[in-house]
């Protein structure tokens, strides 16, 4: 069973920047693709970023490409994504998955955070 934490939520301002970390735990965390999902208030939950297990692979949304940055340190069984240039649109809540192979489809994912709020104000 894989355990999934994310942190690092918050309240900053558009322009600004922040980096949203999980943590997993349960099965090996280096045999896992990992990215980001996030759902705005009254929306579907949508695919921000992945990262293959050996980090060669990383995909973008097309919404965050350029300002958004997936990494992970397999050591530390932890994924980050750092945000910069934050804008409003990006308000949300972040949720961490894993699945077997990187993929930007939700229906691959086999393990899911329990999410972080990001706000970005005006």
């Known amino acids: 069973q894989i355990q999934v934490v994310e942190s690092g939520g918050g309240l900053v301002q558009a322009g600004g920047s922040l980096t949203l970390s999980c943590r997993t735990s349960?099965?090996?965390?280096?045999?896992?693709?990992m990215g980001w999902f996030r759902q705005a208030p009254g929306t579907g939950r949508e695919f921000v970023a992945a990262i293959s297990r050996n980090s060669i692979t990383r995909t973008y949304a097309d919404s965050v490409k350029g300002r958004f940055t997936i990494s992970r340190d397999n050591a530390k069984s932890t994924m980050y994504l750092q945000m910069n240039s934050l804008k409003s649109e990006d308000t949300a809540d972040y949720y961490c998955a894993a699945s077997p192979y990187i993929s930007a489809n939700i229906n691959d994912v086999i393990a899911w955070g329990q999410g972080t709020q990001v706000t970005v104000s005006w």
């Open positions: 349960g099965r090996g965390f280096s045999n896992l693709a």
